[in-house]
């Protein structure tokens, strides 16, 4: 596979040994310990004519330089998110400007709606057809009975009609949404794929009988198992094309059994795919997938795993910096609205207020700045009186 400055291809696999070792340092431990029981890491050679092992010391400056390596990365990343957060201050400082030599945005007003008009869960529920996936789910609601509150929505005198609540022939459309999670339809699957998920070699995949596979959302890792006979590489034949694998051993008459012989789901590319022999354990095969997507199998004649039960998630490393901000920003709003302190956009509008508050004709002017008389809700905004 094509050498990458951050190699996501092991991703899967050492993510399932990190969560279950728990820790940083358990988790360091058991590269080192690969690196003492399979290789000649911590061999010293002792004569040139040593053919194993390194030099004294060798082996630690390899440590040191990889952790360097990662460190000045990891360096370059901080560096370039503290420039784009202070283009974002500056442009925040602009709008600030812009913002305050305009008018003022028009008052809200409150709409009262009684809730004995809103449908109920069951209405909804009944309404919203199966599966559909752009309805929204929300929390399932509790067994006690509630007094019926009038439900107040802030709408902006200045809104419209829009073509997303307008329906064909120009009457307004209301949107239905399904409560409750859905239930488990196959517990037995979600118990499997849970034991799936705790094995490294089959996280986000699964165990068969003569080899497992996980997978990433741009990689595939399949282990298929040999006997402990076969100890070297010409002992196995492994053949990997856009959309086949196959793997052979020589058995102990020297002829070639089959272990794997199937198309694959979905297309790799050949040239960024590789193979590798652990001697008398199995075979690993690692695939580059052409699209990034999630596999519901290795194998077309292979039982399919449901993929809503995996482990989607992808890292931040793999997201634009665009969208690393979005979530970063999101995060801190969460944090801020559980702590009760204001939002990014609260912030702003409490920015522009200040500012704004001391100007001349301001009816606040020479009164020290007080947030409470300022009631910011969405992109509306109310003052209170002096």
């Keep these: 596979m094509a050498a990458n400055v951050i190699d996501g291809k ?52 390899l440590l040191l330089s990889a952790y360097k390596k990662y460190e000045h990365f990891a360096k370059r990343d901080e560096e370039y998110r503290q420039r784009m ?14 913002l305050t030599d305009s008018t003022p945005p028009p008052a809200a007003k409150i709409v009262e709606i009684e809730t004995s008009n809103v449908p109920t869960a069951s209405d909804i529920t009944d309404g919203a057809p199966a599966g559909d996936k752009n309805v ?12 019926t509150e009038p439900l107040q929505i802030e709408q902006n005198t200045d809104s419209v009609d829009t073509p997303q609540n307008m329906s064909g022939d120009g009457k307004k459309t209301e949107a239905k949404v399904r409560t409750g999670d859905e239930k488990d339809d196959n517990p037995d699957e979600t118990r499997r794929q849970q034991q799936y998920q705790a094995n490294p070699e089959s996280y986000n995949g699964a165990i068969r ?59 790799v590319n ?20 052409v699209q990034e997507r999630w596999w519901e199998a290795l194998l077309q004649n292979e039982d399919k795993i449901n993929v809503r039960k995996i482990d989607a998630s992808r890292p931040m490393t793999d997201l634009g910096d665009e969208e690393q901000a979005k979530i970063e920003e999101m995060m801190y709003n969460d944090r801020q609205k559980k702590m009760g302190l204001p939002q990014t956009h609260e912030q702003k509008v409490h920015n522009i207020l200040k500012q704004a508050w001391d100007a001349d004709g301001s009816p606040f002017k020479g009164q020290p700045f007080d947030p409470s008389k300022v009631n910011v809700s969405g992109n509306n905004m109310q003052i209170g009186g002096p």
């Design 85 to 98: 957060m202070e283009q974002k201050r500056k442009q925040d400082a602009m709008e600030i400007t812009e």
């Design 209 to 267: 009988e003569n080899y497992s596979w996980s997978q990433s959302i741009t990689d595939i890792d399949a282990h298929v198992k040999v006997p402990k006979s076969v100890r070297k590489g010409k002992d196995v034949k492994v053949e990997i094309q856009r959309k086949y694998l196959k793997v052979c051993y020589k058995d102990d008459s020297g002829g070639w059994r089959e272990v794997v012989n199937d198309a694959l789901m979905w297309e």
């Design 10 to 61: 092991y991703d899967s696999a050492l993510l399932g040994i990190l969560q279950h070792e728990g820790q940083i340092d358990k988790f360091l431990d058991v590269i080192l310990g690969f690196l003492y029981r399979r290789t000649d890491f911590y061999r010293i050679m002792k004569t040139k004519q040593d053919s194993m092992g390194f030099p004294e010391g060798v082996a630690v400056k």
């Design 270 to 289: 050949k040239e960024e795919s590789m193979w590798s022999l652990v001697p008398g354990e199995h075979v690993h095969v690692s695939l580059e997938k």
């Design 136 to 147: 929204c789910q929300s929390e399932p609601a509790d067994d006690k009975p509630r007094e």
